[in-house]
C-alpha cells in the first residue's frame, strides 16, 4: 500500500476545466470517495492517477514517487494500479482463473518461478474475494455479483500501490449494490488497500469512505469524514449530495467559535448549532441545514401563523413515515422523517422544532473550498492522512 498526493493538480480539455486545483493526500491504506454528478471531475481524477490523463500542470505523487508532473509521466503500466471499470471488462473466451490471471501475464511474470505460482495467487486471490471453486466457469455462468467480484480479484491480484473503483455497482441491482458495498469494505479493511472509489451515489459514498471528496465543476466542495460532511456540509450542493436536507433562514443570536453557537429562526425558536471554525457576528442572517430526521412535528387544531404549516405528502415506510409539509414562510417544503407510531394525515396542521445541535449554517458565498478550508474541514482517520497545502 502507498500513499497519494496531488499537488495544485489542474486538468484541461481545451479551454475547459476538468479538474480545477485539486490538492490533497490519501494515507496509506485509507478510502476516499469522490462525490458529485456527472461532469464533476471525479472520473477524469481516476483517469490521472491511472495514467489514462496526463494533468495539464501540478504533480501525482505515488508511494513517494512523481508519477505525473510537467517534466514526468510513468505510464500505466509501470504504475501498480489496479482498475475496477463499470462494465467489468472480463474476456468473455477466458475462464475466471484466467481473467484473475491476466493482470499478471500481461507484466509478463512469465519466468518459471512467477508461473508456477500463477496458480497458487489466483486460487488465493479467488479465495479473498469469496469465490472458492469457481475458477473454471466462464463469465456468462456467473451472476452480476459474482462478475464484480472477478473484475475486483484482476485489480488485487498485482497488489496494487493503489485500488481505483470507477463507479463499479451502477449496474447491479438494489440487493447486489448492499452486498457488494459491504464487500468491497471488508476487502479494503482487511488487507490495507489504498482505494480511490468515485460515485455519484450517497449511500455508497457513506458506506466506504474514510473520507468523501465532494466535487462541483472541477472544484472541492468540502473534504471530510461521511459524518462530518453529513451533518456540517459547507454548502448546498455538499448537503444535498448527501441525501435530503432542509434549509432554513436564521439570526445568529451568539456565537464563540467552537461549538458555543446559537441563532433563531424566524419562528422566535432558539436552536444550538453544531460548531463553527470561526465565530459568527451575531444579528448576522444566515442559513441553517437540517436534516429531516433532526426535525419533529406536533399536531395542532389550526394552522397558527406563517411558521406553521401543513402535512401535503404522508409516506408510509415501514418503520418510519416521511412527510412533506408546506410552511407559509419558507420558498421551499419542509421534508421530516419520523419512527412510524403516529401517522399523520394529509391536510394536518402542524408546527415543527429542531433537535437540539441537529442544525449547521451553511456558507451561503458560493466559492470553492480553499486548501485552509479543505484543511480545517477534514477529519482524517489517520495521524499521517491531511489535505496537502500550498
Given at each position: 500500500m502507498s500513499d497519494l498526493i496531488f499537488d495544485d493538480v489542474h486538468k484541461n480539455f481545451g479551454e475547459v476545466p476538468a479538474v480545477a486545483g485539486l490538492d490533497l493526500r490519501i494515507a496509506a491504506?485509507?478510502?476516499?470517495v469522490l462525490l458529485g454528478p456527472s461532469g464533476c471531475g471525479k472520473t477524469t481524477t481516476l483517469r490521472m492517477v491511472a495514467g489514462f490523463e496526463r494533468p495539464t500542470r501540478g504533480s501525482i505523487a505515488l508511494g513517494g514517487s512523481v508519477v505525473a508532473d510537467?517534466?514526468?509521466f510513468v505510464p500505466p503500466e509501470h504504475r501498480d494500479v489496479g482498475v475496477v471499470f463499470q462494465s467489468y471488462a472480463l474476456w468473455p473466451h477466458l475462464t475466471v482463473a484466467d481473467n484473475i490471471g491476466f493482470g499478471l501475464t500481461v507484466r509478463r511474470r512469465k519466468a518459471s518461478g512467477a508461473r508456477k505460482g500463477l496458480a497458487a495467487r489466483v486460487a488465493a486471490t479467488l479465495e479473498q474475494v469469496q469465490l472458492d471453486g469457481l475458477g473454471e466457469r466462464y463469465p456468462h455462468e456467473l451472476s452480476g455479483g459474482q462478475q464484480q467480484r472477478v473484475a475486483l480479484a484482476r485489480a488485487l491480484i498485482t497488489d496494487p500501490k493503489v485500488?481505483?473503483?470507477?463507479?463499479?455497482?451502477s449496474n447491479l441491482d438494489t440487493r447486489l449494490r448492499e452486498d457488494m458495498?459491504?464487500?468491497i469494505r471488508r476487502i479494503q479493511r482487511e488487507f490495507d488497500i489504498t482505494m480511490i472509489y468515485i460515485t455519484h451515489d450517497r449511500i455508497e459514498a457513506l458506506a466506504?469512505?474514510?473520507r468523501i471528496v465532494g466535487l462541483k465543476q472541477g472544484n472541492v466542495q468540502q473534504i471530510g469524514s461521511p459524518a462530518e460532511l453529513y451533518q456540517r456540509p459547507r454548502n448546498r450542493f455538499v448537503a444535498l449530495s448527501l441525501g435530503q436536507a432542509n434549509f432554513l433562514p436564521a439570526v445568529v443570536t451568539s456565537s464563540h467559535g467552537g461549538t458555543d453557537a446559537r441563532v433563531r429562526l424566524g419562528s422566535g425558536e432558539p436552536v444550538?448549532?453544531?460548531?463553527?471554525e470561526a465565530p459568527l457576528p451575531e444579528g448576522e442572517d444566515v442559513t441553517v441545514c437540517v436534516r429531516p430526521v433532526d426535525l419533529t412535528l406536533t399536531e395542532l387544531d389550526r394552522q397558527e401563523g406563517p411558521w406553521t404549516g401543513t402535512v401535503r405528502e404522508s409516506v408510509f415506510l415501514g418503520d418510519e413515515v416521511h412527510y412533506v409539509v408546506d410552511i407559509p414562510a419558507l420558498a421551499e417544503p419542509l421534508r421530516v422523517v419520523e419512527r412510524a407510531h403516529r401517522p399523520l394525515a394529509h391536510g394536518t396542521a402542524?408546527?415543527?422544532a429542531v433537535a437540539p445541535l441537529a442544525a449547521s449554517v451553511l456558507d451561503e458565498t458560493g466559492t470553492p473550498a480553499t486548501n485552509t478550508d479543505a484543511l480545517a474541514a477534514t477529519a482524517a482517520p489517520r495521524p499521517d492522512s491531511a489535505v496537502s497545502s500550498r
Open positions: 491504506g485509507e478510502s476516499v510537467r517534466a514526468v485500488l481505483l473503483l470507477d463507479e463499479p455497482l458495498r459491504l464487500e466506504l469512505a474514510d444550538a448549532v453544531r460548531g463553527t402542524v408546527s415543527f
